[in-house]
């Protein structure tokens, strides 16, 4: 039971665009649509930010988008502002079981 | 409001065991799914599995069977989580966080409590 796949590490300037990937295999990623993606703060609990591959919870700003091609998922975030700065996890069923990706640092420069 | 409120942090000795719990409030406790992930210092999630709030059945992640019991007691709407015979390496913050999806399970969690730190030290 891998680990999905995640840069270790992302980042930009305030008001330009990221996009962290998180490349799994047909048997999780790829073979279902329980793509989910989670922002933690240091010493926080991670919140969900996209369900179900491309869904928004209620009160998630637009600027963040969840999409999937294949094997590999991706989170972008447009318009970055500061307290965007956080881990970021992809996360994905995997028939019976669950996967988190090895998260992702973004800095906001 | 939904509130996933958890007990406090531990300080345990090799061996020993430690029951720690989740108080759900504000929804149907049995209508959601609960899970458990752990997070090691400094180190990513990691789904430990989850447990059947109607049934009580647990579900146990790979690496997460035998010392780690999944548990309920509805009449308080509580989770809960033991681990016994504790390593240092059992060292992390546990997580529950509640299935967004009721009456079913889709494995996305829309609400975290706010993590127990388990520490094992001799």
């Known amino acids: 039971q891998s680990a999905l796949t995640q840069p270790r590490s992302v980042s930009g300037s305030p008001g330009q665009s990221v996009t962290i990937s998180c490349t799994g295999t047909s048997s999780d990623v790829g073979g279902y649509n329980y793509v989910s993606w989670y922002q933690q703060h240091p010493g926080k609990a991670p919140k969900l930010m996209i369900y179900d591959v491309s869904k928004r919870p209620s009160g998630v700003p637009d600027r963040f988008s969840g999409s999937k091609s294949g094997n590999t998922a991706s989170l972008t975030i447009s318009g970055l502002q500061a307290e965007d700065e956080a881990d970021y996890y992809c996360?994905?069923?995997?028939?019976?079981?669950?996967?988190f990706g090895g998260g992702t640092k973004l800095t906001v420069l | 409001q939904v509130q996933l409120v958890q007990s406090g942090s531990e300080l345990k000795k090799p061996g020993a065991s430690v029951k720690v719990s989740c108080k759900a409030s504000g929804y149907t406790f049995t209508s959601y799914a609960m899970n458990w992930v752990r997070q090691a210092p400094g180190q990513g999630l990691e789904w430990m599995g989850w447990?059947?709030?109607?049934?009580?059945?647990?579900t146990y992640a790979q690496g997460f069977t035998g010392r780690f019991v999944f548990s309920l007691d509805t009449s308080v709407s509580t989770a809960y989580l033991q681990i016994s015979s504790l390593k240092a390496e059992d060292t992390a913050v546990y997580y529950c966080?509640?299935?967004?999806?009721?009456?079913?399970?889709?494995?996305?969690?829309?609400?975290w409590g706010q993590g127990t730190l388990v520490t094992v030290s001799s």
């Open positions: 447990i059947n709030t109607n049934t009580g059945n647990p």
């Open positions: 996360c994905s069923y995997a028939g019976s079981h669950v996967v």
């Open positions: 966080a509640r299935d967004w999806a009721a009456f079913g399970v889709v494995w996305e969690f829309d609400y």
